[in-house]
């Protein structure tokens, strides 16, 4: 009779054999097709080093933006566009300070440091982007009582940029993500496009966050739970 070593590495041999067969598959790498369009969200001066809300290393996505849009045949960009003395600076409120909150009609809402004020060099999209392909850019945050994250909808939930309708006149159904902030604009613009009925993919390495009060655990964790795809560039055949 077979000891119990022998029999052990007979079936281990077996396993081996078994595994060495199966077959092995990449990833299929997500090609770009005529239904596809990249957002470019708020790759501006006031979120660059140097900034008044700089996102740290928020520089180095602009390499991979520019690299990912050549494949890309439709791109959006979006900018940030505040007016002077915004709600949600906290220059606008006595005795506030950056990145505390503050309740508004419309829900919370933390309070930034002065940025992208319309017609100033930070509201500048960054003079690195290279996108001359780039069909459309949307301002955002230009009604002086209300904040705007998002590509798609204002803080209020109501307020429309329109962006989505503009996207279905163009039959473009999966976006491609990227830009600057992760947990604030690029989340939020991402789970607009889920609720709009689009396909959204992030691309993280193409994103840098803020992550202030674990924001940008949160802002993966609510992405992922209405079925936002999170990317790598290396992911996206171009």
């Not at 009609?105 to 509201?123: E, F, I, N, R, S």
């Not at 279905?168 to 009925?197: E, M, N, P, S």
């Amino acid at each position: 009779m077979m000891d119990r070593r022998k029999t052990l590495a007979a079936l281990g041999s077996l396993a081996m054999t078994a595994i060495a067969s199966r077959p092995v598959s990449a990833a299929t790498p997500i090609k770009v097709d005529d239904a596809s369009a990249l957002l470019v969200i708020d790759v501006q001066n006031c979120f660059l080093p140097g900034g008044s809300l700089a996102v740290k290393d928020g520089d180095q996505v602009i390499p991979v933006i520019n690299r990912l849009a050549r494949g890309f045949a439709n791109v959006v960009m979006t900018q940030d566009w505040h007016t002077p003395g915004h709600v949600s600076f906290a220059s606008s409120h006595a005795g506030k300070k950056p990145f505390e909150t503050i309740d508004l009609a419309y829900g919370k809402q933390v309070l930034w440091p002065d940025h992208c004020v319309q017609g100033t060099d930070g509201a500048s999209l960054s003079k690195d982007l290279s996108i001359p392909q780039a069909e459309l850019i949307v301002r955002k945050g230009y009604h002086k009582d209300v904040d705007s994250y998002s590509a798609f909808t204002e803080a209020d939930g109501k307020t429309t940029t329109g962006l989505a309708a503009w996207l279905k006149a163009r039959k473009l159904q999966r976006l491609f993500i990227a830009g600057l902030a992760t947990d604030f604009c690029v989340a939020w613009t991402a789970l607009d496009a889920r609720k709009a009925g689009f396909d959204a993919f992030v691309v993280e390495d193409a994103c840098r966050g803020i992550d202030t009060h674990g924001s940008l655990a949160k802002a993966w964790a609510d992405m992922e739970k209405v079925g936002v795809k999170r990317i790598q560039s290396s992911d996206i055949a171009v």
